[in-house]
């Protein structure tokens, strides 16, 4: 299993970003061994639109089938929900805080974006 964590650097130590699309980094972690792979977002943080999407089909690509975000739109809630991607929306911390709660069960699946779409 691959998790995909929004993140503010390209480690996991880095803070959580709480948006998907315009997020600096996606993490992409093993949440077993840790094992992790930094995709820089850079082309997507000043994405006049679209960013979601371009994001969610990243994450897809890179084989996640879970994401643990702050904040997801609901075209890129779309996207990820096609590609049998659970979303976890409102998660904090470091990116390994974030793997360890979802772990330990203290995080829940979303059914639905929590924002607007172009949230910045």
């Known amino acids: 299993m691959k998790i995909a964590v929004t993140s503010k650097g390209p480690d996991l130590e880095s803070q ?8 600096a980094y ?8 840790l094992e992790f792979e930094a995709i820089d977002n850079s082309e997507n943080v000043n ?3 679209g960013a979601g999407i371009q994001a969610a089909t990243a994450v897809s690509d890179k084989g996640a089938s879970v994401l643990l975000t702050g904040f997801c739109g609901p075209n890129a809630f779309k996207v990820l929900d096609a590609g049998k991607i659970k979303v976890v929306n409102d998660a904090k911390g470091t990116i390994k805080d974030a793997v360890r709660s979802f772990n330990d069960g203290k995080l829940s699946f979303s059914d639905g974006a929590n924002v607007e779409g172009h949230w910045t």
């Open 26 to 33: 996606i993490i992409i972690v093993d949440p077993e061994t």
């Open 16 to 23: 959580l970003d709480p948006r998907f699309g315009r997020a």
């Open 47 to 49: 994405a006049f639109k």
